[in-house]
């Protein structure tokens, strides 16, 4: 099963591509896609759009999963990362792949087993679970972590399956 985990984010939206042979996963890519900071938020989203459909194309996961954001106290900056966070959802959904979204603190427990664990610590995790990967940036290492705790959910439901039909 391919995955991809996408970090959601209006400058830098992280992206990350893993493979996943029932335990054991690997590394295929990762980046970030990046709009202009000096352009309207129309175009801004455009352009991740178009980079991020570009990156569905090249890798062609099976599955896709977006961390799901938090509200801060600037209401502007939190509509802006929804914005970001709705290409991050069309995209694969238009690709036809089911999304998985997930809480930042359930993904910090997936991979360091802590759920607020700080990003040098999930950046470690990251490169333990998948050795030799060069990350291109924070927003790609959390966005590989996304892809990580995907594939360990979707590895705990099919072990569920099998276990019920075993009864």
């Known amino acids: 099963m391919r995955i991809i ?9 992280g ?3 893993i493979e996943c042979e029932g335990p ?14 000096t352009g309207g938020l129309a175009t801004r989203l455009l352009e991740l759009h178009q980079q991020l459909t570009n990156v569905l194309r090249q890798f ?5 999963a977006v961390e799901q954001t938090f509200v801060n106290k600037d209401a502007v900056a ?10 991050a ?9 089911d999304v998985g979204e997930y809480a930042p603190n359930a993904v910090k427990k997936a991979v360091v087993g802590v759920g607020k ?3 040098e610590q999930v950046d470690h995790m990251v490169r333990m679970q998948l050795p030799g990967v060069q990350i291109a940036g924070p927003d790609a290492a959390d966005a590989l972590a996304i892809a990580i705790c995907h594939a360990f959910h979707a590895q705990s439901a099919r072990s569920i399956r099998v276990l019920g039909r075993a009864g």
């Open 5 to 13: 985990g996408i970090d959601p984010g209006l400058r830098n939206l």
């Open 15 to 17: 992206w990350g591509v």
């Open 24 to 37: 054991r996963m690997r590394h295929v890519a990762n980046g970030i896609c990046h709009s202009d900071p």
């Open 60 to 64: 062609v996961p099976d599955t896709a």
């Open 78 to 87: 939190t509509l802006k990362l929804g914005s970001a966070r709705g290409i």
């Open 89 to 97: 959802l069309l995209v694969p959904a238009q690709a036809g792949l």
């Open 117 to 119: 664990a700080a990003k």
